[in-house]
């Protein structure tokens, strides 16, 4: 898609908009800011502290682990820079790490989930260290066989990967191996193809389990995003005897509970997942339970509703609360790369107190305001990045979405507060996403779009975002 032949017009771009629209969280007055509740200059966060109770735990049927019904994901892990590393250049602070696994292990936290794909492929190794310094049976690693790009799938350089990971997290064994993001790629009939090639036409499935055989990995279960038809065909194949899941990972909030497909036709109700999954009592791991951070940050009116109904607890602890509540649930990710983010969601877990059936109302209410609004549903994934040319998108987005939700976007000369609004929307983009990586960059060559499990036009989306601040810095709004 060429850049020139993208519609780039005010009107179209204020309709895209929408009026009251929703956004992500980890933004600060159309910026960034990664605190917990970012609704804290209005009253409506919660002080974090650390946790009194004790962590609520689940039993895996499988293998009898015991295990925290909060993991600690490891896709965002804090820099020396302050910032998280799912965007950043930065060297990984392995002091703050050790720091955040040590008190992650005192307050019951014992899955740690990584990838060889995390943090720019720095992840396992930072894992390797902070976990490697406690008992090897104090805690469980879930990693994956992250074989995306096509020179992996040869059998060897598959195993190849494995190998690595064992390497780097320090270990003889895995605990929870996954095959990594099944369905996520946008190709429609191709989809299934290229799982085909990644796992079963090279034998690296068969290889798989006779390594679990072995006992080089304890659990073989696969994280799931997109195309139905894969995830309905590897349960298929657990149904005629020919293997066995012990776990499943699916993206599960209160948001994709019931409105996945409303976001994208191409993703799957959450609710289809985890009952095709708890009626084989097959159990799951929860990830996206933020939805990319979108649900620690809440349209206004709802969080309003949300601290009159809990004033102490955080916006974000109703969307872990949610995640948390269904039985067949083992554990649910969350990537920690502040120690308030850490503290709260200790908080909320230690112990769960389960939603009552009220309360689920009030979410599948909630969820129904934040959904049908025209906001990006994009989860900050950043699986889109590195662009080619440069763009932060998620960065983008995240600033997008945020002046959305704070209803804070210049729409005519006419409005009272134009001017204002005007300079606080360019000074946020040009404090957020650095000029040699903003939308004007994009120049629709899609080599994003294949790789968005949500399903975005990520390039018409930046067009439009970057036709519309051209009109607005000429004033021809």
């Not at 204020?14 to 209005?42: E, P």
């Not at 820079?81 to 292990?105: C, E, F």
Request: proline share 4%.
């Amino acid at each position: 898609m060429s850049k020139t032949n993208i519609n780039n017009s005010r009107r179209d771009f204020l309709k895209f908009m929408g009026v009251g629209a929703i956004g992500t969280a980890v933004a600060s007055a159309c910026g960034r800011n990664d605190s917990v509740d970012a609704t804290a200059d209005d009253g409506l966060a919660a002080v974090s502290s650390e946790p009194s109770g004790t962590m609520t735990y689940r039993i895996n049927h499988n293998t009898g682990d015991k295990v925290s019904l909060l993991g600690y994901g490891c896709m965002r892990l804090p820099t020396v820079q302050g910032a998280s590393s799912i965007r950043s250049d930065d060297a990984i602070d392995q002091d703050k790490v050790n720091a955040q696994v040590d008190h992650s292990l005192k307050h019951g936290i014992n899955y740690f989930d990584t990838s060889p794909a995390y943090c720019r492929g720095l992840s396992e190794a930072a894992m390797g260290i902070a976990l490697s310094r406690h008992p090897r049976d104090s805690y469980f690693i879930a990693t994956k066989l992250s074989n995306f790009n096509s020179s992996t799938w040869p059998r060897e350089k598959s195993i190849e990967m494995f190998e690595n990971s064992l390497r780097n997290l320090q270990t003889d064994y895995i605990d929870y191996l996954l095959l990594h993001s099944i369905g996520g790629s946008s190709d429609g009939l191709n989809s299934m193809e290229t799982y085909k090639a990644r796992y079963e036409d090279n034998g690296i499935l068969d290889w798989l389990v006779e390594q679990k055989e072995k006992g080089r990995i304890r659990n073989l279960g696969f994280s799931y995003h997109g195309d139905i038809a894969i995830f309905d065909h590897l349960l298929d194949k657990m149904d005629r005897g020919e293997i066995h899941w012990d776990f499943v990972q699916i993206q599960h909030n209160y948001v994709d509970w019931s409105f996945a497909r409303d976001i994208n036709p191409r993703n799957t109700n959450s609710e289809y997942l985890y009952e095709q999954l708890a009626k084989r009592n097959i159990p799951a791991v929860v990830m996206e339970p933020l939805l990319g951070g979108r649900l620690a940050e809440v349209p206004r009116r709802v969080a309003t509703e949300m601290k009159k109904r809990r004033p102490a607890d955080s916006v974000a602890s109703w969307a872990f609360r949610f995640a948390g509540t269904q039985p067949g649930i083992l554990t649910v990710l969350s990537g920690m790369t502040y120690d308030e983010h850490l503290n709260d969601n200790l908080k909320t877990f230690s112990p769960l107190e389960p939603l009552t059936d009220e309360e689920k109302e009030f979410l599948n209410e909630a969820a129904k305001k934040i959904v049908f609004n025209e906001s990006i549903p994009c989860t900050a994934c950043s699986y889109c990045m590195p662009c080619p040319y440069g763009v932060d998108i998620p960065g983008v987005f995240e600033h997008y979405n945020k002046c959305i939700n704070d209803d804070n976007v210049p729409r005519s000369m006419r409005d009272a507060n134009y001017a204002k609004a005007r300079r606080v929307f360019l000074g946020s983009y040009a404090e957020a996403v650095a000029p040699g990586r903003n939308a004007s960059r994009c120049i629709g060559c899609n080599h994003c779009v294949s790789h968005c499990p949500q399903g975005i036009d990520i390039p018409d989306k930046m067009h439009q975002i970057d036709g519309y601040i051209t009109d607005l810095r000429a004033d021809k709004i």
